[in-house]
């Protein structure tokens, strides 16, 4: 069984940078294909920026693409989302979410293991 926890997310302007950190235990996150996805109030959970551990290919959505980076750490098993200027548009809860095999896939149902959910909340 794997348990994901993220963290980082919090209240922040315009223009700011965040990262944000999803921690990893019951399995290497290396076996593992990985993804953060965001839900905004009212909306549906959307793809953001995606990796396979094995081949360090990422993978991001065109809204996001130029601000975002996502970023690992074998070592802590942990996995990271660099952002940077952000919106308001960005205003969401955060999710690190994996699934077995090397297959790349946006489809949030494609993906076993999820995290709680980390808060970003973008202000003018």
């Known amino acids: 069984q794997v348990q994901l926890a993220e963290s980082g997310g919090g209240l922040v302007q315009i223009g700011d940078s965040l990262r944000l950190s999803c921690v990893a235990s019951?399995?290497?996150?290396?076996?593992?294909?990985t993804s953060w996805f965001r839900q905004a109030p009212g909306g549906e959970r959307e793809f953001v920026a995606g990796?396979?551990?094995?081949?360090?290919?990422?993978h991001y959505a065109d809204a996001v693409k130029g601000r975002f980076t996502i970023t690992r750490d074998d070592a802590k098993n942990t996995l990271y989302l660099q952002i940077h200027s952000l919106k308001l548009e960005d205003t969401a809860v955060y999710y690190c979410?994996?699934?077995?095999?090397?297959?790349?896939?946006?489809?949030?149902?494609?993906?076993?293991?999820w995290g709680q959910g980390t808060q970003v909340t973008v202000s003018s």
């Open positions: 979410a994996a699934k077995l095999g090397h297959t790349y896939s946006r489809a949030a149902n494609d993906y076993t293991y």
């Open positions: 019951g399995r290497a996150l290396s076996t593992l294909v």
């Open positions: 990796m396979i551990w094995s081949g360090g290919v990422e």
